[in-house]
């Protein structure tokens, strides 16, 4: 069965750390990977994906993550956080010419000043 | 571009009522999908609209249905509401013409049953 894992219900973090948040799937093929941002009341703000190519991508405010194909994972990571990245974070995945999106159960990031 | 909208949002029934949430995707986007976001859980598939048909359902029952329009725009509707239907409903567009296109999403209807 298709998922996405992540390990992590919380990740706490002091301001100007870097922050990883973490995820693995079970997708058979080579699955689009997606990372959404959710702020309270609000719906799902998209981060950043991988598709295909170099492993490493960027994406908005700063974010990036790291595609792993031998771990099957797609860690979030930023070089330095802030306050204002507190908030729900979800790794999707869907496989190509598919129509549904699996959602991890999200972590939350706490970014203390 | 106002983006993926939704409406209501928010909404409270009764259970053994029925409900019809409303999306109006982003511009140029043809293809929606629906989710249900439980509190403190991920979003859930229910099913994706394209060339007004359903193309994919989740582990939803039928009691949850839906439709699109020529316009794209689409609606979910919730027959004979339980407590547990109780959620964040949220719509995503995206456009299938687009390879691994990332799907926008509006910002839900909750949904509130008593």
């Known amino acids: 069965a298709q998922s996405v894992a992540q390990p992590e219900d919380q990740v706490n973090v002091a301001e100007g750390n870097p922050l990883t948040v973490k995820c693995t799937y079970s997708v058979s093929g080579n699955p689009y990977l997606f990372w959404y941002v959710q702020y309270p009341n609000r719906g799902l703000q998209f981060l950043l994906k991988y598709i295909t190519g170099d492993n490493l991508v960027k994406g908005s405010y700063g974010f990036e993550a790291e595609f792993n194909k031998s771990q099957t994972s797609f860690h979030l990571k930023k070089p330095s956080a802030l306050v204002s990245d507190s908030a729900l974070y979800f790794c999707?995945?869907?496989?190509?010419?598919?129509?549904?999106?699996?959602f991890g159960a999200g972590t939350r990031l706490f970014v203390k000043a | 571009d106002a983006g993926v909208t939704q409406s209501p949002t928010h909404l409270i029934k009764t259970r053994g009522q029925q409900v019809t949430l409303r999306c109006s995707p982003k511009s140029g986007h043809d293809t929606v999908s629906w989710y249900q976001q439980a509190l403190g859980q991920g979003p859930q598939f229910i099913f994706q609209?394209?060339?007004?048909?359903?193309?994919q359902r989740g582990n939803f029952p039928d009691r949850f249905s839906g439709h699109q329009f020529p316009n794209y725009s689409s609606e979910l509707n919730v027959n004979a509401l339980l407590l547990g239907d109780s959620a964040l409903y949220l719509c995503?567009?995206?456009?299938?013409?687009?390879?691994?296109?990332?799907?926008?999403f509006g910002q839900g209807t909750r949904l509130t049953v008593v």
């Open positions: 995503a567009s995206s456009p299938r013409y687009i390879t691994g296109a990332e799907a926008f």
């Open positions: 609209y394209y060339e007004e048909e359903e193309r």
């Open positions: 999707a995945v869907r496989v190509p010419r598919g129509f549904k999106t699996i």
